[in-house]
């Protein structure tokens, strides 16, 4: 018997959901994360389509989110909004999305520089290391 449904993709299809509702709401990963008892990493898995939300956790959303749960598994979510009030939503969302991979970005270089002084740190302890135990041979 072959699934009528490709549950990856449905999987998928509602995290993508998520994140446009919680996007138009202006509601950070952070505080949605904390709200539903997930870590920031495990919530945006969700977003991802990468980890399936259980119903408690969806009905919880939908309830933070202030939308009916069904609009968390609407398929099709410009069916949702008329016209122009869907054009100003989806160019707010785009922004949004631009300002996102910019935080992203910036979160990155940041942690790029932090592990760069780690190592630096780590380097410094090896060469201590190395002439400490130079010393004890001679």
């Known amino acids: 018997?072959?699934?009528?449904?490709?549950?990856?993709?449905?999987?998928k299809r509602v995290g993508e959901n998520i994140e446009y509702i919680r996007l138009l709401k202006k509601k950070s990963i952070k505080e949605i994360a904390s709200s539903i008892n997930l870590t920031d990493t495990g919530y945006r898995n969700i977003e991802r389509g990468i980890t399936d939300i259980s119903v408690t956790k969806l009905f919880h959303l939908a309830a933070i989110l202030k939308v009916d749960?069904?609009?968390?598994?609407?398929?099709d979510l410009h069916t949702l909004m008329k016209g122009?009030?869907?054009?100003?939503?989806?160019?707010?969302?785009?922004?949004?999305?631009?300002?996102?991979?910019r935080l992203r970005i910036q979160q990155y270089k940041d942690e790029n520089g932090f592990l760069k002084k780690q190592v630096?740190?780590?380097?410094?302890?090896?060469?201590?290391?190395?002439?400490?135990?130079?010393?004890?041979?001679?």
């Open 120 to 138: 630096e740190v780590l380097e410094k302890l090896m060469n201590n290391n190395e002439v400490n135990m130079n010393r004890t041979r001679k």
């Open 69 to 75: 749960q069904s609009q968390l598994l609407e398929l």
């Open 84 to 101: 122009e009030e869907h054009e100003r939503l989806s160019a707010q969302y785009g922004k949004q999305i631009e300002e996102n991979y």
């Open 1 to 11: 018997m072959h699934n009528i449904v490709n549950y990856k993709e449905l999987q």
